[in-house]
């Protein structure tokens, strides 16, 4: 891309949108600053130009996204066909295993949820398309990670901030690359309790009809219920068959 070809104030404006998330829904001015790393008053014309269109508030102190950001990230959900074609099969796996069923695309060092079906709720965040959880410490983003090069893999571990978010999770670098091995040799990732106690999961590929990896697909079941060890006896071949039915229709 040619350097006239980029928009710096728009790049600023998307980054300043991005600084919000689960934990950070209200944000003054030098909140955003310290997130984003831009200079305060670049932070300010960005937030007082999203409420003069209407997606975000301002109350004073505190910025607050609207509704009507979702209209960015509903643009991509329905003008791409993949989760519109993964759902009903999400739909029916999540019905035959009696367990939360969902569907994800890697965008950077996080994998963002494009479909789920879910039976219970058995994290404490609830997740819904558009939600966003670290790759390295989920069973889907593990799927994902351990599909691409491994040069490519390994400089997003790079850029992670790879931390513990239970007792479990794995955060060496090198012990996660083996794991990456580990995974693309058996062709499915299963995550006991790393990404949040209580909560094991199993991930295959999605594979398109060109036998690319396009989205990751998986099973989320309690703990309690479920040991680390039968996840791939019992919801396993479930998944793969949904992969091969999938795999015809993506593109």
């Known amino acids: 891309m040619r350097e006239t070809d980029y928009v710096s104030g728009f790049a600023r404006g998307l980054k300043v949108i991005e600084a919000f998330g689960e934990t950070t829904r209200r944000l003054s001015i030098a909140d955003v600053a310290r997130a984003t790393g831009l200079d305060r008053a670049t932070c300010r014309r960005s937030l007082l130009t999203l409420v003069e269109l209407g997606y975000a508030t301002y109350d004073g102190k505190f910025f607050a996204l609207t509704p009507k950001v979702l209209r960015l990230g509903h643009a991509y959900l329905s003008t791409t066909p993949l989760p519109h074609t993964v759902q009903p099969f999400l739909d029916k796996l999540s019905e035959d295993v009696q367990q939360s069923a969902s569907a994800s695309v890697l965008d950077g060092t996080e994998i963002v949820y ?22 390295y410490c989920a069973s889907m983003g593990r799927v994902l990670l351990a599909a691409l090069p491994l040069d490519e893999a390994k400089a997003l571990l790079d850029q992670t901030n790879i931390k513990a978010l239970t007792p479990h999770t794995i955060t060496d670098k090198q012990a996660l690359m083996d794991e ?14 790393e990404l949040e106690l209580g909560l094991r999961s199993i991930a295959v590929p999605l594979e ?18 479920v040991s680390a060890g039968d996840l791939a006896e019992q919801y396993l071949p479930a998944l793969q068959a949904i992969a091969q039915k999938l795999k015809p229709l993506l593109h």
């Open 208 to 225: 398109n009809d060109r036998g690319k990896v396009v989205a990751a697909l998986n099973v989320g079941a309690p703990a309690a219920r």
């Open 180 to 193: 990456l091995a580990r995974v693309r040799e058996q062709g499915y990732a299963v995550i006991d309790q």
């Open 114 to 135: 494009i479909a789920r079906a879910a039976q219970k709720r058995v994290m404490s965040i609830n997740l819904s398309p558009g939600s966003r959880l670290p790759a």
